[in-house]
């Protein structure tokens, strides 16, 4: 069984920065495509992030030079380093593998 189990979340002002963390047990984690998605509510859930096995990225236009994602495949983790946040960054942030397997969510909120 996969888990993940995200964090890092919280409350920042704009223009601040953030790092996410998740972190999976239960599979051979350098095999695989791991990525980003958030919600916010209304909104259906939207890539954020992914990076492949071997490291190739995609990012959301909307976060391209201020959002970075990355892996550390000794630690099975996967990162998203997040600066200049903008009050539309806001939004419960998940944690996938293949789209298959999500985390529980950490909450992600920008606002002065």
């Known amino acids: 069984q996969v888990q993940l189990v995200e964090s890092g979340g919280g409350l920042v002002q704009p223009g601040g920065s953030l790092r996410l963390t998740c972190t999976a047990s239960?599979?051979?984690?350098?095999?695989?495509?791991m990525g980003w998605y958030r919600q916010t509510p209304g909104k259906q859930r939207e890539l954020v992030a992914q990076?492949?096995?071997?490291?190739?990225?995609t990012y959301a236009d909307s976060v391209k030079g201020r959002f970075t994602i990355s892996r550390d495949n000794t630690k099975n983790t996967v990162y998203l380093q997040m600066k200049s946040l903008k009050f539309d960054d806001t939004g419960v942030y998940y944690c996938?593998?293949?789209?298959?397997?999500w985390g529980q969510g950490t909450q992600v909120t920008v606002s002065s």
């Open positions: 996938t593998q293949r789209l298959r397997y």
């Open positions: 239960g599979s051979v984690f350098a095999m695989y495509t």
């Open positions: 990076i492949t096995y071997d490291g190739t990225t």
